[in-house]
């Protein structure tokens, strides 16, 4: 007899249900989400058959937490299942659209009993590559957060500090930059900006990090900080400056979080087997290696061959036919964590590999627009990546952009 179970989960408790082969409730518990209520769901398990040979699939909307990762512990398959598409099943039991914590439970069990072909268990993937995965995201996350801080506070001074955003838009980083915060930091005010001494801003540049042409960027900045500008009421423009003091600490923080988390993201990175592959690609460095490696992980069976791959990343197109309809677009279902190293990836390719640069132009050359290229360069970089890490070897120019031969013309004797 074949048993599936499916999981409701919820922060404080999880209701399960187990239904046998022909969808028959066998039993239901909710449970603690302790090491109580794990103990008694092994003990559940247990008692309707589960064997480390044979252990019961579980079905469950989520494919992270304490729980999921007992259970992957156990050597159980888990099956994360899309909350929207078990939505979907639910009106296969129920037209009245009720809905219960118990239903959804024996709703994940059913979807394993009637369609478990059409679903794919969590990746098996190496406690290594998971830490990775956990590092690189949290990283892209603090980059996001750095970008929203960064944005906030560049809207506020455009308020009533416009000079301090031109003395330096010439700057690739912006306000974001060690330089600019710490300018910021000690003259959040046109008033107090327009006080600084050469001395001061040597002093600040210096403890900012910066080495070079100190007496030169202190002159610039001080005559750029003394341009006259318009200006809010006194009182208005303190206040300001207060709030600007305020924002500036949610940007240093996020500053400090992106740059540590990378530095143990590149470090947890650089020790995994497939580290050597993944940056001999051309755009891959460490960081965006690690992202790369977070999202498709090392377990070699989660995608049988290079479409999956591409479809997960959202670089293959997708195609929709009904009738005389038909319609090749972009894929709008994908991992987006993926599809945005993706982008990165394939424009720093662009100058580091003349094989990718050619492709892109040739596609550019067919009538594609710049996203579209980038894309299908993205498409093939791809594959050329699964390629290299089934068969265990470094990226190859020549192999991956063969130089293409012209026909030899014979003229008759």
């Not at 899309?82 to 994940?108: E, F, G, I, Q």
């Not at 965006?288 to 377990?299: K, M, N, P």
């Not at 293959?316 to 005389?324: E, L």
């Not at 710049?370 to 990546?385: D, E, I, K, S, V």
Request: proline share 5%.
């Amino acid at each position: 007899m074949t048993v599936t179970c499916g999981i409701d989960w919820a922060s404080d408790h999880h209701d399960v249900a187990l239904v046998d082969h022909e969808g028959n409730l066998l039993a239901r518990a909710r449970i603690t989400d302790d090491l109580d209520g794990l103990h008694q769901l092994l003990e559940l398990f247990t008692t309707h058959g589960d064997t480390a040979n044979a252990p019961i699939p579980v079905a469950i909307e989520t494919s992270r937490g304490l729980l999921v990762a007992c259970l992957r512990a156990t050597g159980r398959p888990v099956y994360a299942i899309n909350p929207m598409a078990a939505a979907r099943y639910r009106d296969r039991h129920t037209v009245t659209r009720k809905k219960s914590d118990h239903l959804d439970a024996m709703v994940l069990a059913n979807i394993l009993r009637t369609d478990k072909a059409a679903h794919r268990p969590l990746p098996d993937d190496s406690e290594l590559a998971r830490a990775v995965a956990v590092l690189a995201r949290a990283q892209q996350d603090a980059v996001w957060d750095r970008t929203q801080a960064g944005n906030k506070l560049r809207s506020h001074l455009r308020e009533y500090f416009p000079g301090f955003l031109a003395a330096f838009q010439h700057n690739r980083e912006g306000i974001t930059s060690s330089v600019a915060r710490a300018v910021l930091a000690a003259a959040p005010t046109p008033e107090q900006a327009a006080k600084l001494t050469r001395a001061q801003l040597r002093s600040l540049l210096k403890k900012a990090g910066r080495q070079r042409g100190i007496e030169a960027e202190a002159e610039r900045l001080r005559d750029a900080l003394r341009i006259p500008q318009m200006r809010q009421p006194t009182q208005i423009e303190q206040a300001m400056g207060r709030q600007t003091t305020a924002l500036l600490r949610q940007l240093d923080a996020a500053c400090t979080s992106a740059e540590d988390l990378a530095e143990a993201t590149v470090e947890s990175f650089d020790t995994h087997p497939d580290a050597e592959i993944i940056t001999s690609f051309p755009g891959l460095g460490s960081l965006t290696g690690a992202r790369v490696l977070a999202e498709i992980g090392d377990d070699r069976s989660r995608f049988t061959d290079a479409k999956g791959l591409k479809a997960f990343a959202g670089a293959a197109p997708v195609t929709r036919a009904s009738g005389r309809s038909f319609a090749v677009m972009a894929r709008r279902v994908k991992n987006q964590r993926l599809a945005s190293v993706g982008y990165v990836w394939a424009f720093a390719a662009l100058t580091a590999s003349p094989g990718a640069r050619a492709h892109y132009d040739r596609r550019r050359t067919d009538g594609d627009r710049h996203t579209a290229a980038q894309r299908n360069l993205f498409n093939r970089m791809l594959g050329c990546l699964h390629h290299c890490l089934t068969k265990r070897t470094p990226y190859d120019e020549l192999t991956a952009f063969p130089i293409p031969t012209t026909p030899q013309l014979t003229t008759a004797a």
